[in-house]
Structures are given as C-alpha cells and as structure tokens.
C-alpha cells in the first residue's frame, strides 16, 4: 500500500482508497481482517477516505471492482486471488485508476499492482 499512496501523499484531495473482500468477508481472522486493519492504519497516518466492500456472490466482485472506479475511486484492492480476472477486466476499462491484487499475479498491467506473500515462511514462523 505504501509504493501505492508514495506519489499521491501531497494531494490536496484525500486519497479514495477502496478494499472489497474474498469470501469470507470481514470477521474472518485472516487476509480480509488484516487488509482492512492494513488500510485503518494507513488512513490514520494520510489523508485517505476509504470505504470497504463485501461481495455476496463471484459476479459482485467485478461489478464492485468498475463501481469504485466509475465514481473516482484512486486506489482500489482486491483481497484474494480470486479478484483476478475481475481486476484484468476493470483496469483495462479504468486505464487512470490504480488497482492492487491481494495475494494475486497479473502481469503486464500498468496499473495494477499485485502483492504476493511467502506463505510457506509464515507458517513456519507459526509452528
């Protein structure tokens, strides 16, 4: 999140900052918890205005992804490898808007940004 918000921090404008979850949604003691803790703390360090969304089903992931867009979103996070192809669609049609995966790859893409964690070394950490 932090390459995202390096060169927008001095905009005069907060930063709109949009997280929609995986399945699971928010409550689930893992990677949509911890995104949505990730984005609290950095919007109480920068000027962000966030909003946070739960899919009901496959389909919302997409259409929730072109409606932060479609109204000015900056920075929009997809949690889970499963905003895949949803992310590939909507950016293509948002050239302007920054779109982060969560625990996604998606290559060639400008304006995509996908974050990829060593999940066999945490869980080590773990045991």
Do not use: H
Not at 24 to 32: Q, V
Not at 40 to 63: H, Q, S, Y
Not at 88 to 103: Q, R, S
């Amino acid at each position: 999140l932090g390459l995202c918000l390096s060169s927008t921090v001095f905009a005069a404008e907060p930063l709109l900052v949009g997280l929609v979850f995986d399945i699971g949604g928010k409550g689930d003691k893992s990677f949509n918890d911890s995104a949505s803790r990730g984005l609290a703390w950095a919007a109480a360090d920068f000027d962000i205005k966030r909003i946070e969304l739960e899919p009901g089903v496959a389909v919302d992931r997409e259409e929730n992804l072109r409606t932060l867009a479609s109204i000015g979103y900056d920075l929009i996070i997809g949690v889970g490898f499963l905003f895949t192809d949803a992310i590939v669609t909507v950016a293509d049609e948002f050239p302007d808007t920054k779109f982060v995966i969560i625990d996604g790859f998606i290559p060639d893409k400008p304006n995509v940004m996908a974050c990829l964690f060593p999940e066999p070394q945490g869980s080590f950490l773990g045991s």
